[in-house]
Structures are given as structure tokens and as C-alpha cells.
């Protein structure tokens, strides 16, 4: 038996990718007939419209595209946009973000170049260029572009949650414990920075854990992985119906919230020793991911405690037929062939 736990990735925005567009060549009736759902988008169409040559108007089109995923027309109207005015900074930036969407780190790396040739000190595309060395493991480049941007910039809040990210994965947890704080001071409605040192202080059973992970709820009251977070620290602290509640306020956002079924499920066998319910928790897991090995084998447990032998051998023989050679699944088998 085990609770159900995942590494919680210390992860970032790769970009803040911003609008959209549609072809130049389109009439504004087409645009109308075609965008009239989206009063942003077809107000930016507009603007392209009533001047071919606002490239400003481009590139906010792109950055809605790329919010939407659309990379090929953001690519469009960037290329469009750069094709008007060559020398804006901005225009490059927008462009590194089409190709790292796109999956091309050393395109976006030249984008980023000519908008800090255009502009040395756009912390836009200093603080991108950043992130890229760190997606590339490259963390001596990383540092100092993010102590170039510090330098033009000291209340920067992202910049110290990016070094933090670089720091953590060179395994400097206090380096990237201190980033974190830095962070939030400059910005305390900075959910990632609040969510992520509250998962650092977590892995250290530190109770302030608990202040910033509802710091960040407090911020999104929708985030899952907050709740979820939350709850684990609750319950591998021994804080069961803190646990329970949390686990619950999952639910309720994501009923199908499988890691929260799961965990209320271990609590009750392990520790509430209510089986009959411990199983159902299980079950409702199973029904959502059926190759989920564990959840066969505790729900096998549980009827196991439960007194119910048929139904226990069944789910120790699926659990082994989910994962090949489950040891503990095994050792059940023998277990209850012995009572024979």
C-alpha cells in the first residue's frame, strides 16, 4: 500500500504568448462573419483593415494566436509585422515565441539576439533569453542574463523565479528557497512563486508550507495542484481531517480528480480502517484509470480486511495482469492461498 504522491515539476510560463489574426486579404465582412464571437479579435482585424501597415495591430493578432495555439498564422502575421518594421525590438520577441512554440530552440534563440541587438535593454527578451539557456541546461548563461536584467530592473519578480527554477535544478534548494522569497516579496499575487515554495517547503515538513499554499489558493481559488499539494502535506503530517477537507475541496472543483480519490481512499484504509468505504474510493479510481495498478491492489486489500475472499483474489489477479509481477500482489495470492 501506498498514498498516491507525484513529483511536483518546478516548472514556468515559457512565454507570455499574447493575440491573433486572420489574412490580411480578408474583407471586413468575411472577418464579421468569421470572428464576430471573439469582439478582440475582430476589433484587431479591424485595425489591420483600416491600415495594411499597422504592425502593431500584426503582432498583437500574433501573440492572441499563440495564446490560442495557433502557431502558423502567429508565425504570419509576425513575419507580416516584421516585414513593416524591421527594426522594433518587440516584433523579434513575438517571433521567439513562435518558434519555441513550434519546438525550435535555436530559431528562437536568433529571434531573441536581434531584439537585444534592436534593443539592449528589452527585459522582455532578456528575461526570455534567460529561460531559453535554462531549457537548455546552459545555467552559467542563464545566471547572467538574469543578473543583466536585475541590473536594469531590481524589482523583477520573475527574474528571481526563474533563477530559483535554475538553482533548484543544479540542487541548491536554499539558493532556490531565497529566489522564491525575493519573488513574492516583489510580488505577493505571484501564484507560481507562492505555489512553488510552498511545494518546496513541503518536501521539508516546514509548516509555513501550508501559509503560501493558501497564499496561492487565495490567489486561484480553482487551482488543483494547490489543493492537491495541500492536502499531502495535511496528510503526511498526520493532519487527517485537514487532509480529508482538502482532498473534498478538490472534488468539488474536479470530481474526477483521480489522485484526490485515491489518497481518500489510503486514508481510510490505512488509517480510518472504514474498508467498505476505502474500497468504493478505489473503485471510483478504477472505473477512471483501469490500469492503475495500485488502485486494483488496495481495493483487493480492503476487501481482503473486509472478509470478502472471492472478490479480494479477483483484484489481486487483475492487479497482476495491469502490472506483470506486482510483488505485493504476489505475496497476497500466497497469502490467501495459504487460508485454504
Known sequence: MKRYSYLIVLGFLIGLFACNTTSEKQNTSDIADTLAPNAALYS??????ADKNNDAAF???AEYYLLANNVDS???????AIDIDKNNSRHYVALSDAYLAMG??????????KAVQIDPENKDAILKQARLYLIMRDYERCYKRLDDLIAIDRINPRAYYVGSIALLEEADTAGAIKNLRIAIDQDPEFFDAQFQLGVLLSAQKDPLA?????NALTINPQAIQAYYQLGLFFQENNRLKSAV????????IEPAYYPALYNLGYINLVYQKDFAAAADYFTQVINLVPDFAEAWYNRAYSYELMGKINLARKDYQQTLVVKNNYPKAIEALNRLDGRQ
Do not use: G, M, V
Request: glycine share 0%; with cysteine; aromatic share 6%.
Open 44 to 49: 484587431l482585424n479591424q485595425k489591420i483593415e
Open 59 to 61: 503582432i498583437e493578432c
Open 74 to 80: 502567429a508565425l504570419r502575421d509576425i513575419l507580416i
Open 104 to 113: 525550435n530552440p535555436d530559431k528562437c534563440h536568433e529571434a531573441l539576439e
Open 210 to 214: 501550508i501559509n503560501y499554499l493558501q
Open 245 to 252: 477537507q482538502t482532498y473534498q475541496s478538490i472534488l468539488d
